[in-house]
Each structure stands twice: as structure tokens, then as C-alpha cells.
């Protein structure tokens, strides 16, 4: 299983970012997929939940109306695109599926909101 994560970088307050996660290695189209975060010191949290078939998301309140996650089983990607950017939502990105008896992350990639 190989979770590989990119389109990271530095961005100004109110900016947009877009993260792909190229997964291979396991059936993509039958497994949900998530986007985590996590900032310097703090624990590591759920940000977005994608169904199997994408027809079902689910978001952290903290970026609801904000973010939106989206697949592409033909490609074997998961998307998150990330509007609004505030300072807050500097953190580490990780893509992650679980996978019959473990969880598997990719090695992330950072997304720094500054001016």
C-alpha cells in the first residue's frame, strides 16, 4: 500500500490550496479515504472523510464549508480542496486509509497559511 500525498505549500490568508493523494497497492474504489492534520505540537485530527463511491463526505467543523474532499476511482486519487485559508490551517496533511486491520498513512505534506 502506497499513500503519496502532494500539492502543499505556503499560501496568504484567504487563499486556496489543492491536495492529491495518489493511493495504489489495494483496491481503491472499495475503501473510504480520509484527510488528517496535524499541527506542530498538537495531536493529529480527522479533516475529511470520503465514502467509497464519494457520494457520502463528512467534515471537521472547523473546515466545513470550506474544504471540499472528492475522489477519482478511475485514477486512484482523493482530492482536498482547501478555500479560505486561514492561518489555523497550517498544519502537516496526511492522506490515510484503513485497510482491513491497520491504518496506513501517506508521508504528508505541509500546507503553511502566512502573509
Known amino acids: 500500500v502506497q499513500l503519496v500525498e502532494s500539492g502543499g505549500g505556503l499560501v496568504q490568508p484567504g487563499g486556496s490550496l489543492r491536495l492529491s493523494c495518489a493511493a495504489s497497492?489495494?483496491?481503491?474504489?472499495?475503501?473510504?479515504m480520509n484527510w488528517y492534520r496535524q499541527a506542530p505540537g498538537k495531536e493529529r485530527t480527522l479533516v475529511a472523510t470520503?465514502?467509497?463511491?464519494?457520494?457520502?463526505?463528512n467534515y471537521a467543523d472547523s473546515v466545513k464549508g470550506r474544504f471540499t474532499i472528492s475522489r477519482d476511482n478511475a485514477e486512484n486519487t482523493v482530492y482536498l480542496q482547501m478555500n479560505s485559508l486561514k492561518p489555523d490551517d497550517t498544519a502537516t496533511y496526511y492522506c490515510?486509509?484503513?485497510?482491513?486491520?491497520?491504518?496506513?498513512w501517506g508521508q504528508g505534506t505541509q500546507v503553511t497559511v502566512s502573509s
Open positions: 497497492g489495494f483496491t481503491f474504489s472499495t475503501y473510504t
Open positions: 490515510s486509509a484503513f485497510l482491513t486491520r491497520r491504518r496506513y
Open positions: 470520503i465514502s467509497s463511491t464519494g457520494d457520502v463526505t
